[in-house]
Nanobody
Framework: QVQLVESGGGLVQAGGSLRLTCVVSGSIFSINAMGWYRQAPGKQRDLVATITSGGSTNYADSVKGRFTISRDNAKNNVYLQMSGLKPEDTAVYYC???????????????WGQGTQVTVSS
């Protein structure tokens, strides 16, 4: 099995910073893309940022210049450094990883349980 566990969420004032961490563990042969998504109450889950195994990144327009995604391939971790936080960034943040469990297996998407980020004005 594969588990994704997020941490680092919390309550922060507007303009503040938080760093989210996602640890991927279990039966892993390799990990392709990793990413962060968020879901605000009553809204759909949206992409925040993704990073490939080679380090190429992609960001939602709303977070460009404020958020930075990174990964540690040796630890199977992915991070999201968030700065200049705004009340509209308030959401549950989910970690996603495309995991290959063996040399003959196809990649499969896995999700964490989510971590709450609340930004007060």
């Amino acid at each position: 099995q594969v588990q994704l566990v997020e941490s680092g969420g919390g309550l922060v004032q507007a303009g503040g910073s938080l760093r989210l961490t996602c640890v991927v563990s279990g039966s892993i042969f390799s990990i392709n893309a990793m990413g962060w998504y968020r879901q605000a109450p009553g809204k759909q889950r949206d992409l925040v940022a993704t990073i490939t195994s080679g380090g190429s990144t992609n960001y939602a327009d709303s977070v460009k210049g404020r958020f930075t995604i990174s990964r540690d391939n040796a630890k199977n971790n992915v991070y999201l450094q968030m700065s200049g936080l705004k009340p509209e960034d308030t959401a549950v943040y989910y970690c996603n990883a495309e995991v290959v469990r063996s040399w003959y297996a196809s990649p499969k998407d896995y999700w964490g349980q989510g971590t709450q980020v609340t930004v007060s004005s």
